[in-house]
Nanobody
């Protein structure tokens, strides 16, 4: 069974950058499409980016397009989300999700707080 662990969250000022990671164990993350989701207080969880299994195509919601970059390092069994030009409204718990037909896994989340 795949286990996902997010890390790299923290406190950053508006305009700053963070890179968060989603490290997998118990399986090969390269066989999965991996997405990043976030949930702000009082709001529903929303998908913001994903990287497709095998072909490596990437997708972004308009809220983060041009500021965030998703990537994967198959050798490290890890997916990253580079976040630049962070805004106050990016504050949320960020979760990674790995899925393929018949299987879906979530990490426990990492807190990102953007504040001056």
């Amino acid at each position: 069974q795949l286990q996902l662990v997010e890390s790299g969250g923290g406190l950053v000022q508006p305009g700053g950058s963070l890179r968060i990671s989603c490290a997998a164990s118990g399986g090969n993350l390269g066989y999965y499409t991996v997405g990043w989701f976030r949930q702000a207080p009082g709001k529903e969880r929303e998908g913001i980016s994903c990287i497709v299994f095998n072909v490596g195509a990437t997708y972004y919601t308009d809220l983060v397009k041009g500021r965030f970059t998703i990537s994967r390092d198959n050798a490290k069994n890890t997916v990253y989300l580079q976040m630049n030009s962070l805004k106050l409204e990016d504050t949320a718990v960020y979760y990674c999700n790995a899925h393929r037909p018949g299987y879906e896994y979530w990490g426990q989340g990492t807190q990102v707080t953007v504040s001056s």
